[in-house]
């Protein structure tokens, strides 16, 4: 995963998750609010109180800072620094929306209509993924056992597993699933890599096309390591679709 700061996601207000859960499932979600380190990806340690960042991030919110309502609705909704809750994200980016900031507007247009989706009727070819008339691509993805969502990702008509991975900026592999795929992954640019096992070398390049289950984007930014890691499906491919969850379900949304 490359070490991104979540200055750096927070442009990325697209990858939403689903707020309309059920009254229990978002009575066990959003129960004592816990902190965590930033490093701590997992939220497996919480701390004694907030960290400064989210601190003062939550300040500024409650004072009317737009911009940091919507921070803090991601940081509700992907467990950065505090522990997910999917009512107190939908809350901050209903503030943020009301207040002018146009992520969160289309954010909240977004959640409605994949909730439309879901609560329409039965559908038969033709008719599904319609919403109000509107033909949309989208796929539903279970979580695993672990709270991984994972998806087929097509590249050079080769299909492999892949992660999804929104700490990721691009879609990445290593070289052996590049060779696999036939990318001439070196031609591309050389560059540095964080990963879990530490910094590493490899190449980023632009692929022509990216399917993952079945939803196909042209122009898509990859990197691919020298050492070993499996396929993540990044920020390079999610930032252009919307993501919804809805407890262990994930819903990409082609725009």
């Known amino acids: 995963m490359f070490a991104v700061s979540m200055r750096h996601l927070l442009p ?18 959003c129960g004592s609010e816990l902190y965590f380190d930033a490093g701590d990806v997992n939220n497996e340690r919480p701390l004694g109180r907030p960290r400064a960042e989210f601190a003062k991030m939550r300040k500024l919110a409650i004072k009317g800072d ?3 309502q919507r921070n803090l ?7 950065y620094l505090v522990s997910p809750c999917s009512d107190k994200a939908a809350y ?3 503030k943020a929306a009301r207040g002018g900031d146009e992520a969160s507007q289309q954010w909240m247009e977004r959640t409605a209509r994949v909730e439309r989706m879901r609560r329409g009727p039965e559908c038969y070819e033709n008719s599904c993924n319609r919403v109000a008339g509107e033909v949309v691509e989208a796929m539903v993805l279970e979580a695993d056992t672990r709270g991984q969502y994972s998806a087929p990702v097509t590249i050079n008509g080769v299909t ?5 991975d929104t700490g990721a900026t691009a879609v990445s592999m290593s070289s052996r699933t590049a060779q ?5 992954y070196l031609n591309g640019r050389r560059v540095q890599m964080n990963t879990a096992n530490g910094v590493t070398s490899g190449y ?5 096309a990216v399917t993952v289950g ?13 050492s070993e890691m499996p396929v993540l499906i990044g920020a390079s491919f999610l930032s252009r679709v919307s993501i919804a969850t809805d407890g262990r379900r994930m819903t990409l949304t082609k725009r």
């Open 66 to 68: 737009v911009m940091e």
């Open 204 to 208: 980023a390049v632009t692929l022509n």
């Open 180 to 184: 696999q795929m036939g990318i001439a």
């Open 160 to 164: 492999v597993r892949g992660l999804v």
């Open 73 to 79: 609705a991601i940081a509700y909704e992907t467990g």
């Open 12 to 29: 990325l207000a697209v990858l939403a998750l689903s707020t309309l859960h059920a009254a229990s499932t978002r009575a066990a979600e």
């Open 92 to 94: 901050w980016y209903g």
């Open 214 to 226: 079945r939803l196909t984007l042209p122009q898509v930014r990859a990197v691919v390591s020298e």
